[in-house]
């Protein structure tokens, strides 16, 4: 369905509405109240860059194959934060700690798809766009689902893909933005004017991104009274300007940002340490911004990255391109805990993981559970059905 | 060039100087101790050699050379096989930066097939912009015995000092090469072959690097890959050098199917294990910064490459790739996105391929294929390619023929726009088209551009010059304290200011840019720099045309979508500038 036509018949609802179907629940409301919008609650993104080492970062300690695929690199049995008598976190993570005592924490394992690619390009494009393994598709998998069901016009953008990066899974969204600097971008969307005829395909995405900036710009107003202390790396960065845009405007439905590269493929125990650090640290941030706008609740936190890493490790001390892969989320309604399945460290196809459940389960719990988008809507972002993983808290 | 018989006085600061071909700021630099000055003197001493040879080549080139520069509309051609103005500054845009209207004006005395032929027939094979002196010599970076102190060091100086004089080399290169095509295929190459020095760490290896891909940039692929596959910096940079007999590592082995030759599809899982073992030995001397292979690493045995049994080395590999038609069709299909459209016409890809194929892989008769293909000239695909922050900062300055004094600015403003030279995102390259585009990029080049037409009217303070120069151009909440610190450098230029002392103190005290041993004065070289736009005298060149569209025709690849009623001054060159058409090429 294309956005306009959505947006057209939503008004008409609206309209009708308003216009006198049940004007005593309207005069009834607080006229402050936030838009009533699934987009209400937020969705925060994480790419883990480069595709992390899942095997190194929610450890199976326990598993005596572990130190069979991990000889010189596999994370010490003292030195696992232990989550249950088989798992455990890699020491960089000790940060996120205190939100999995809280049950506002889940690892859920054993992500991936069938027939799965192992391009780092392509198969991010897969985890982008939703698709499956032989599917090429062109739009973003929230994408879709903004042109499925339409966040309010109000909202500064209806993704904001945090760094000058690619869009990922905003890609071709009629209205998502990229803020790099809420500072720089205010100042700067002055100049942006969308006004003209567009009479190619080019033309038509600067003026849509001129239009889209012009009016985030005039939406933002940037807080400068954190309490929260935002790390000083550039992840750090990114998180202050995600929540910079989440509390200074008037809404926004998800943003992405990210962290990388993961792509370890020699010398991986000091570069994945230090990053997973930085991701504990980013994370922490962001939870404390969140508390201090009263948000946490209503925010849901997803990491995801193309694939997990080769099953053993490599001559090089790092990891090859593998498949199955854990993801961590986080959020006041999380259901914390260990979900999904882990692949079994024996069983393995050729040298690779086996997964237990495809990513497009995760979306599906976004969509359904996170949001509550009709099914029927659900199933056509997606093309398919897949079942939810028990993400939030019932 | 030539442009003496414009009538309009210049207002900058050398226009005082008695001595034209002595400005002052010579002087300021022979008063340097400071290890760029060498550096800088051979710049100016081959600005100066350039600028002689430039003036006996006018002198002696056609009337058309000697003639006031005047753009003027050409008449509708007789003989219609001569290129119009829009023809030949499409061309020229398409494939080198920017074009200015005298250069426009030469190519619309040319066919369509001598135009190509033109610009194939004068490419350099190496730069000529002096190089860094570092460049000359190689030396080991890092040594096991180092301290993780001294290991910091000697990243720093690699990365942070040493990366950021590449970039501005590169860049000046680019502004001031007499080929620019050569530039183009440099970048095109550097962009295919991708190659980041944030995982190579050494600036010298990433220069030879790049010496490599511009000797062949126009030369001959075959060559070009057997080279780069033996090529120190891409071997660390895909781990070419973990790659051994027992324990291959397949990073090299996927991207020279994937990225380099074949494409996506066109190999299996199980290729890229057997091309890795194929692979294996190849390796770089650390002491020398050369190619190793290394025997006792190599695995000898039988390999299964693409349904073939044989005991395959890596240069038999190669030889694989380059039987196989997909990897000319990738590379044609690649430059097609590049030059021609961003919908590839897959019959002609096909065909221009076979072209190079038959041609042995010379990279010259398929690219003169290519530009002579009807879909090269057809009016829809104009205005369609979005342009690369490196061809929108580059092409700007040289269209506009900008004065600059330093590149470095320039070098750091493409990296704010997505194109960080030495440093692409991954081993895929820029994305590029309209990947180019978001908000983020968008604004920023705007922002640019904005600033950058207001070059001229700052020639009306001299005294301020030097402070709100190059620095002014970088955007203070992208780059953060750099900028503020390359601000403070550059006002210490002006000695009475204590403001700028102050700054000076806290800047020799930061170690991100100082560089040790780079500060003169408490100025650093890296960042410094003026640019300088004369309007009134690139206007002048138009001063004797009627035509109310030729302005725009120069500078846009299509009408303007936003900017009416435009006149021959700064704000007609700053609102084509700011329109959404001057993104396009």
């Known amino acids: ?394 | 060039m030539n442009l003496s018989s414009v009538a309009q006085p210049r207002r900058s600061l050398r226009s005082r100087n008695p001595y034209p071909l002595y400005p002052q700021w010579i002087e300021i630099i022979m008063r340097m101790n400071h290890p760029a000055k060498k550096a800088l003197i051979r710049y100016l001493l081959w600005v100066c050699g350039s600028a002689l040879a430039l003036l006996l080549m006018a002198s002696q080139s056609e009337a058309q050379m000697a003639a006031p520069q005047q753009v003027v509309a050409p008449p509708p051609s007789a003989a219609n096989t001569l290129l119009q103005f829009e023809d030949a500054r499409h061309l020229l845009n398409r494939t080198s930066f920017a074009a200015q209207p005298r250069e426009i004006l030469e190519f619309t005395q040319l066919t369509k097939a001598q135009a190509v032929d033109r610009l194939l027939a004068e490419t350099r094979r190496s730069a000529a912009f002096p190089a860094p002196e570092w460049t000359t010599r190689y030396e080991r970076a890092y040594r096991p015995d180092m301290t993780p102190e001294e290991r910091q060091a000697v990243q720093r100086r690699e990365l942070v000092v040493r990366g950021l004089e590449l970039k501005s080399w590169w860049t000046a290169e680019m502004l001031s090469t007499p080929t620019p095509l050569t530039e183009k295929m440099t970048l095109f190459w550097h962009n295919h072959f991708a190659t980041s020095q944030q995982k190579v760490r050494v600036a010298q290896l990433m220069y030879r690097q790049n010496a490599l891909l511009r000797q062949h940039a126009l030369g001959n692929f075959a060559v070009l890959l057997r080279e780069i596959s033996k090529d120190p910096a891409m071997l660390i940079y895909l781990d070419g050098a973990q790659n051994r007999k027992g324990a291959p590592n397949e990073n090299f082995a996927r991207e020279v199917m994937e990225l380099f030759t074949l494409g996506q599809g066109n190999y299996t899982e199980a290729d890229i294990k057997e091309v890795a073992r194929a692979f294996t030995g190849w390796s770089t001397d650390l002491d020398t910064g050369e190619f190793r292979f290394r025997a006792n690493l190599h695995d000898t045995g039988e390999k299964v490459i693409f349904g073939q049994r044989g005991k395959f080395n890596g240069d038999d590999v190669i030889t694989m790739l380059l039987k196989r038609v997909e990897t000319s069709e990738f590379i044609v299909g690649k430059l097609w996105l590049e030059m021609v459209s961003p919908d590839v016409d897959a019959v002609e890809v096909k065909r221009i391929a076979r072209t190079w194929r038959e041609a042995n892989y010379e990279i010259k008769p398929m690219l003169r294929a290519l530009l002579l293909s009807d879909a090269f000239w057809v009016s829809q695909h104009r205005a369609v390619l979005v342009k690369s922050p490196v061809e929108l900062v580059v092409g700007s300055l040289r269209q506009f023929q900008f004065e600059v004094e330093d590149a470095a600015p320039f070098a750091v403003i493409m990296r704010q726009l997505g194109q960080d030279l030495f440093s692409p995102p991954n081993v895929k390259g820029w994305p590029g088209g309209e990947a180019w585009l978001n908000t983020t990029t968008l604004l920023a080049r705007k922002g640019f551009l904005n600033r950058l037409f207001r070059a001229d009217e700052m020639a009306s303070a001299p005294s301020t010059i030097t402070v709100a120069t190059a620095a002014s151009l970088i955007d203070r909440d992208m780059m953060g304290q750099r900028r503020d610190r390359a601000q403070a450098r550059l006002a210490t230029v002006n000695s009475n200011s204590a403001r700028a002392s102050n700054a000076t103190n806290e800047m020799m005290n930061s170690p991100t840019m100082a560089g040790g041993g780079a500060a003169m004065n408490g100025v650093n070289q890296q960042l410094r720099g003026q640019y300088y736009f004369d309007s009134h005298k690139w206007l002048s060149q138009y001063a004797k045309t009627s035509e109310a569209d030729l302005l725009w025709k120069t500078i846009l690849a299509g009408p303007p979508v936003q900017a009416t009623s435009l006149k021959y001054d700064l704000a007609g060159l700053r609102a084509l500038a700011l329109d959404p058409m001057y993104q396009l090429k």
């Open chain 1, 1 to 394: 369905m294309q956005r306009r036509e959505f947006l057209t018949a939503t008004g008409g609802i609206v309209t009708a509405l308003g216009a006198g179907a049940l004007p005593g629940l309207a005069l009834g409301q607080n006229v402050a109240a936030p838009i009533e919008s699934p987009y209400k609650r937020l969705l925060v993104l994480v790419e883990l860059k480069g595709a992390n080492d899942g095997l190194n970062t929610l450890v199976p300690y326990a598993d005596p194959a572990y130190a069979v695929l991990r000889p010189t690199i596999g994370v010490k049995r003292d030195q696992v934060l232990q989550l249950s008598d088989q798992f455990g976190l890699h020491p960089s993570l000790e940060p996120l700690m205190p939100l999995w005592k809280n049950k506002q924490l889940a690892a859920i394992m054993g992500l991936g798809y069938p027939q799965p690619n192992l391009s780092h390009f392509r198969s991010i494009e897969i985890w982008d766009t939703a698709s499956k393994s032989n599917e090429y598709l062109q739009e973003g998998w929230l994408a879709r689902a903004f042109a499925a069901v339409a966040p309010p016009k109000s909202f500064v953008a209806d993704g904001v893909a945090v760094g000058s990066g690619d869009m990922g899974p905003f890609a071709n969204a009629q209205r998502a933005i990229s803020i790099s600097s809420t500072d720089a971008f205010l100042r700067q969307s002055k100049l942006a004017d969308p006004h003209g005829r567009a009479y190619n395909k080019a033309l038509q995405h600067i003026l849509r991104v001129e239009g889209d900036a012009q009016f985030a710009g005039a939406q933002l107003k940037p807080k400068n009274d954190w309490k929260t202390e935002f790390p000083k790396h550039a992840f750090g960065e990114q998180i202050k300007t995600a929540m910079q845009v989440v509390s200074a405007s008037s809404g926004v439905a998800a943003v992405r940002v990210g962290l990388g590269s993961f792509d370890t493929h020699q010398g991986q125990v000091g570069t994945q340490a230090n990053l997973l650090k930085q991701l504990a640290e980013g994370l922490v941030a962001l939870k404390a911004a969140c508390d201090e706008l009263n948000r946490w609740d209503d925010t849901l936190v997803l990491t995801y990255c193309e694939f997990g890493r080769r099953a053993k490790e490599n001559a090089s001390g790092g990891t090859d391109h593998g498949t199955a892969n854990v993801q961590f989320a986080m959020g006041g309604k999380v259901n914390g805990g260990l979900l999904g399945a882990a692949p079994s460290l024996t069983q393995l196809a050729g040298d690779n993981f086996v997964h237990a459940t495809d990513y497009r389960a995760l979306y599906s719990s976004v969509l359904r559970d996170w949001w509550r988008l009709p099914e029927s809507a659900v199933d056509s972002i997606l093309a398919g059905k897949f079942s939810s993983i028990p993400l939030l808290r019932a």
